[in-house]
Nanobody, 124 residues
Framework: QWQLVESGGGVVQAGGSLRLSCAASGPTFSINAMGWFRQAPGKEREFVAAIEWSGVGTGYADSVKGRFTISRDNAKNTVFLQMNSLKPEDTAVYYC?????????????????WGQGTQVTVSS
């Protein structure tokens, strides 16, 4: 049974940085792609970034490309999201998720396990 626990959220001024972590417990972390999604108040959950099982292939939403970086440490069953040049529109609850696939996917339907989320608030 999979468990995902996010950490690293908080309040930051526009232009600042945060690093989110997601600690995963489960039998096969290293063979699944992982992803980050976010949900702002009154909006639907949206894809942010994903990383394939090996850590080589990644994918990003256009809105975060060039500012956010996803990475993973398979030895520690952890995935990270480095967020730089944060904007007020990045304010949301950020969720870590485990994909049923090995390769990058942007479709939430391919992610079967989810964390509880961590709040990121960017002030202007």
């Amino acid at each position: 049974q999979w468990q995902l626990v996010e950490s690293g959220g908080g309040v930051v001024q526009a232009g600042g940085s945060l690093r989110l972590s997601c600690a995963a417990s489960g039998p096969t972390f290293s063979i699944n792609a992982m992803g980050w999604f976010r949900q702002a108040p009154g909006k639907e959950r949206e894809f942010v970034a994903a990383i394939e099982w090996s850590g080589v292939g990644t994918g990003y939403a256009d809105s975060v490309k060039g500012r956010f970086t996803i990475s993973r440490d398979n030895a520690k069953n952890t995935v990270f999201l480095q967020m730089n040049s944060l904007k007020p529109e990045d304010t949301a609850v950020y969720y870590c998720a485990r994909s049923s696939r090995m390769r990058v996917s942007t479709d939430a339907a391919n992610f079967g396990s989810w964390g509880q989320g961590t709040q990121v608030t960017v002030s202007s």
